[in-house]
T-cell receptor, first 114, second 113 residues
Framework: SAVISQKPSRDICQRGTSLTIQCQVD?????MFWYRQQPGQSLTLIAT?????????ESGFVIDKFPISRPNLTFSTLTVSNMSPEDSSIYLC???????????FGEGSWLTVV | SQKIEQNSEALNIQEGKTATLTCNYT??????LQWYRQDPGRGPVFLLL?????KEKRKERLKVTFDTTLKQSLFHITASQPADSATYLC????????????FGTGTKLQVIP
């Protein structure tokens, strides 16, 4: 299994600012993803973080709002740009290891925009 | 697209009893199904995975069944404990597409001492 660390775990942000979430995996993984979970809702996939190239975004999510980096096989960042209260959510980093079907999650980053 | 139904109402159960949670799905039959535990404000923690050709999977006090005819999975926790109180999510994956994994909204379980 993969152990995934995220930081910050929680933050209160001012409207209009940007915040970068870091995700570190304890082993090399084939795929990394970023999800969002708004209060009382299910998980929604934001994008697949591709190593060394641009992320693949899902419908409704764009690079200008959620720039993602993945410089190597164990690390990724998600930036939430120009935040508004609607961006208040838990942001989750996840990963899949080669040969496994299980998606492992980090502990989540709980952002509140005021 | 795949739709998942989990009982949105909380399930309250007495300590020591067996808790049974339901996950129903529509459309295509998934390649595999996963169950996760999620505590408030935290990321989901993987519990069990069951493949479409498996009927049942067990891990300690946990048991998952998968009925592709009924399009349903049941998740059982035997000898439930207050520490089992959490929200439990099911997730369905089509063949070969992690990006298409669909998560349910979860069922909140409360184990009463």
């Amino acid at each position: 299994s993969a152990v995934i660390s995220q930081k910050p775990s929680r933050d209160i942000c001012q409207r209009g600012t940007s915040l970068t979430i870091q995700c570190q995996v304890d082993s090399q993984v084939t795929m990394m993803f970023w999800y969002r979970q708004q209060p009382g809702q299910s998980l929604t996939l934001i994008a697949t973080a591709n190593q060394g190239s641009e992320a693949t975004y899902e419908s409704g999510f764009v690079i200008d709002k959620f720039p993602i980096s993945r410089p190597n096989l164990t690390f990724s960042t998600l930036t939430v740009s120009n935040m508004s209260p609607e961006d208040s959510s838990i942001y989750l980093c996840s990963a899949v290891q080669g040969g496994e079907n299980t998606i492992y999650f980090g502990e989540g980053s709980w952002l509140t925009v005021v | 697209s795949q739709k998942i139904e989990q009982n949105s109402e909380a399930l309250n159960i007495q300590e020591g009893k067996t808790a049974t949670l339901t996950c129903n799905y529509t459309n295509y039959s998934p390649a595999y199904l996963q169950w996760y535990r999620q505590d408030p404000g935290r990321g989901p923690v993987f519990l069990l995975l069951i493949r479409e050709n498996e009927k049942e999977k067990r891990k300690e006090r946990l048991k998952v069944t998968f009925d592709t005819t009924l399009k349903q999975s049941l998740f059982h926790i035997t000898a439930s404990q207050p520490a089992d109180s959490a929200t439990y999510l099911c997730a369905l994956a089509p063949p070969g597409g992690y990006q298409k994994v669909t998560f349910g909204t979860g069922t909140k379980l409360q184990v009463i001492p």
